[in-house]
């Protein structure tokens, strides 16, 4: 079944590579030389991206973290950040899952409270993986306890709600997917339905659950397949390609996905049982990988083979794609749009486009923490990032329309 579904979504992601396989396009918007058309084929709704989207920037908000080495003890100093919610009064809720607390901060960095401690009673985590507000309440998510807490601004219990338990692996994956005001999604797994994503909002679950969707490495264009060697008498060990394909997907408001191949700037909107709704295109120029981008990314295997002269792996290298990949990943935010990291030589940048596949602009992205991800609220995003030392700072930025 899986695999059905993931064929309906690949036959929209390849159709209409060339506008004129598509019919007669019809203008949606225009602004500067930025153009959307939208195009309806085989009730697939077809929406192309072509020009250069409005300019925005993340003017510096604050930052949170310790400034110096001294600044040891304080609420300041964070143990593991794995998630941040920004809450509607206008404060930085911080998930620190090595001190199993949630520390509050305002927008002007100073500390207003602290609550949660370690333990499986009310209240207490074990593992607080994320965090997000959905509707006047806070929703902690504690895979290993199998559980969803709720909170008010202020810190106070207000009940949990049950989940598998004993999930462990990225925060960036098994974690809340905030796509509304009232609407988020929890990582979930089952022996019957694997992974997926299950729905909630201020009251309980939605009823919603949505599949993950799976695709196999060698069907991704552009490589993909990691390099698996043996050697040690039985020691197994994966080699990730470095420039391969990444396939990206996330859930959206009412049970939809989108998803996407890494290799080509095309976005499928799908409905749980895997009809294609939309297909958001966007057209950019190729860019080459450089040589030397090249031989660093595979350093890795290469000491390995100079240094392991009984490894047996499956290839003797990785294939050189004939160019870089458009996507590094997808998020939606919960007003609804959808926010693209696209991969460029000049630095990675992130492109947002309304719930109707419209590109609306284009802002550098900032660097953040591996295995995490940017919260979205209102004009405000907050991503978590490490330092030099690997102390982890959570820093607040403001979206603003640049010459506006």
């Known amino acids: 079944m899986m695999a059905m579904k993931w064929f309906r979504i690949r036959l929209a992601l390849l159709a209409c590579a060339l506008p004129a396989a598509c019919g007669q396009q019809h203008p949606g918007s225009q602004a500067g030389n930025l153009t959307t058309t939208f195009d309806t084929v085989g009730g697939v709704v077809h929406v192309s991206n072509t020009g250069t989207p409005p300019e925005w920037r993340l003017a510096p908000v604050v930052s949170i973290g310790p400034k110096t080495l001294t600044d040891e003890g304080g609420p300041e100093e964070f143990g593991w950040v794995t998630a941040v919610a920004l809450g509607p009064d206008g404060n930085v809720f911080v998930a620190d899952t090595r001190n199993h607390e949630v520390r509050v901060f305002g927008l002007d960095g100073v500390h207003q409270r602290t609550f949660g401690r370690e333990g499986e009673g009310p209240g207490e985590f074990r593992s607080l993986y994320s965090l997000a507000w959905v509707g006047d309440r806070l929703l902690t998510f504690d895979p290993h306890l199998g559980r969803l807490g709720g909170f008010t601004a202020q810190g106070e219990w207000l009940g949990q709600r049950r989940t598998v338990a004993g999930l462990s692996g990225s925060p960036a994956d098994i974690r809340l997917y905030p796509v509304g005001a009232n609407e988020v999604f929890r990582f979930a797994y089952g022996p019957e339905r694997g992974s997926h994503w299950v729905g909630h909002d201020g009251g309980g679950d939605t009823g919603d659950t949505i599949p993950r969707l799976t695709v196999e490495p060698e069907e991704l ?42 290799y080509d700037y095309r976005i499928a909107v799908t409905e749980p049982d895997g009809d294609t709704l939309r297909v958001i295109r966007r057209a950019l120029p190729e860019e080459p990988i450089p040589d030397e981008e090249w031989a660093a990314g595979n350093v890795d295997f290469d000491e390995f083979r100079r240094e392991t002269s009984d490894a047996d792996c499956d290839r003797r290298g990785f294939t050189r794609p004939d160019r870089q990949s458009f996507i590094q990943q997808i998020f939606v935010a919960p007003d609804g749009n959808l926010w693209v990291e696209v991969i460029r030589s000049a630095g990675n940048r992130w492109e947002f486009f309304d719930t109707e596949g419209r590109l ?44 506006e």
């Open 360 to 403: 609306l602009g284009s802002v550098p992205a900032v660097p953040h923490k591996d295995r995490t991800v940017p919260v979205f609220r209102g004009e405000y995003l907050a991503t978590i990032r490490q330092d030099e030392l690997d102390l982890d700072h959570v820093d607040v930025w403001r979206l603003e329309r640049v010459n």
């Open 221 to 262: 264009p552009g490589g993909g397949t990691p390099i698996i060697c043996q050697w040690g008498g039985g020691i197994i060990s994966f080699f990730e390609h470095p420039f391969g394909t990444r396939f990206v997907q996330h859930p959206g408001s009412g049970g939809i996905i989108y998803a996407a191949w890494g």
